[in-house]
């Protein structure tokens, strides 16, 4: 069994940081790749930033280049997403994502596993 579980939401004032986890339990068929997405309430789920298992390639949208960073240590197994700067838009559930054979995927339908997602909030 492959299992992501998420830590490092809450609430935050504009400006301020978060970093989340995601921490992968179980081996994956194919890992070539992580990813971050978010969703916000009543909206479809938004690509964040995603990163290669081999070199650690990272690819962002638009909307938080700059101000996040992805990482993974693969000896633990893990992926992060450091959030600096953040606005009140960045408020949603945070999900991460790992398995995709498609390196640097923005597309949610490429990963095979996925977090049970940890919310941020930002107040203005």
């Known amino acids: 069994q492959v299992q992501l579980v998420e830590s490092g939401g809450g609430l935050v004032q504009a400006g301020g940081s978060l970093r989340l986890s995601c921490a992968v339990s179980?081996?994956?068929?194919?890992?070539?790749?992580m990813g971050w997405f978010r969703q916000a309430p009543g909206k479809e789920r938004e690509f964040v930033a995603a990163?290669?298992?081999?070199?650690?390639?990272?690819y962002y949208a638009d909307s938080v280049k700059g101000r996040f960073t992805i990482s993974r240590d693969n000896a633990k197994n893990t992926v992060y997403l450091q959030m600096n700067s953040l606005k009140p838009e960045d408020t949603a559930v945070y999900f991460c994502a790992a398995g995709s054979t498609v390196l640097l995927s923005t597309t949610p339908r490429t990963y095979a596993y996925w977090g049970q997602g940890t919310e941020v909030t930002v107040s203005a």
């Open positions: 990163i290669t298992r081999s070199l650690g390639s990272t």
């Open positions: 179980g081996r994956t068929f194919s890992n070539y790749g």
